[in-house]
């Protein structure tokens, strides 16, 4: 087993994940009844006077968005929120004492949002069975965008909870940077139905072509090639990984 997972990676990797199940009501159930009601709200509005892809209905268009989106926010949050109160309250000093190196703190973290990104993004495609049938023409296409998706955005985390040192400096990290890139990547919307500038406006966005690959995996239809957005998304997740663990091997605001 290489040592960036050994017995240091493993007890962070099952404290972390017990940190959210404890209180899995507000940090697994509580992502998916808000999206539930995103999909009340937007699925009663607009089902009948919106189809995309073609013949494919609002609802089952608008289901697999709003899963990835919470998979994105949810990791996000995982990790951001664990190391900003550790370093408030000061028991991070519990983690950075024992001799871990950067790569088991790094893993420990992003695989534990991987994880709760998957429970919440799974909980509301199930959700979503009830309202609509929902095709999976390329099921491995969608883990595959959850996956990536997740450990991009809880490696996000891990930098935005290194470099806060507030709630509020977080808060303005998730507000101002997180939620606008997600929401303006074609979760609530195919970008075919954009003017010509805006489409290109939304291919700088990295969040859109996870979502627009996640779907893929639904519908075997999307927006761009699928393999483009495979590609894009790697990248940046190579390059937000590589930012984290040199940040943590620097031991920048943690051990300095």
């Given at each position: ?150 450990l991009l955005l809880g490696s996000l985390g891990i930098v935005a909870g290194i470099w806060a040192d507030k709630f509020d400096q977080l808060a303005a990290f998730q507000n101002f940077l997180v939620m606008p890139l997600t929401m303006l990547s074609g979760v609530f919307y195919s970008i075919a139905a954009l003017p010509p500038f805006w489409q290109k406006v939304s291919h700088l966005n990295p ?50």
């Amino acid at each position: 087993m290489p040592e960036c997972f050994g017995a240091g990676f493993r007890t962070l990797f099952y404290k972390e994940v017990m940190r959210f199940w404890k209180v899995a009501f507000q940090t697994v159930a509580a992502p998916i009844l808000n999206a539930l009601l995103f999909l009340l709200i937007f699925s009663n509005v607009l089902d009948r006077h919106v189809t995309t892809y073609g013949e494919v209905p609002y609802t089952a268009f608008l289901i697999p968005g709003l899963a990835i989106m919470s998979v994105l926010q949810n990791a996000f949050a995982n990790s951001s929120s664990s190391l900003i109160q550790s370093k408030v309250t000061g028991n991070i000093v519990f983690v950075l004492l024992p001799p871990l190196s950067h790569q088991e703190f790094f893993w420990g973290y992003a695989l534990a949002c991987v994880v709760r990104g998957l429970a919440v993004g799974l909980g509301v495609i199930l959700v979503g069975l009830v309202f609509v049938d929902l095709p999976l023409a390329a099921p491995l296409w969608a883990l595959a965008f959850a996956v990536i998706g997740s450990l991009l955005l809880g490696s996000l985390g891990i930098v935005a909870g290194i470099w806060a040192d507030k709630f509020d400096q977080l808060a303005a990290f998730q507000n101002f940077l997180v939620m606008p890139l997600t929401m303006l990547s074609g979760v609530f919307y195919s970008i075919a139905a954009l003017p010509p500038f805006w489409q290109k406006v939304s291919h700088l966005n990295p969040f859109f072509f996870l979502i627009d690959g996640f779907r893929y995996g639904f519908f075997g239809q999307a927006d761009t090639n699928p393999w483009v957005s495979l590609g894009v998304s790697l990248a940046a997740t190579a390059v937000v990984v590589a930012l984290t663990l040199a940040l943590l091997a620097r031991g920048y605001k943690l051990r300095q």
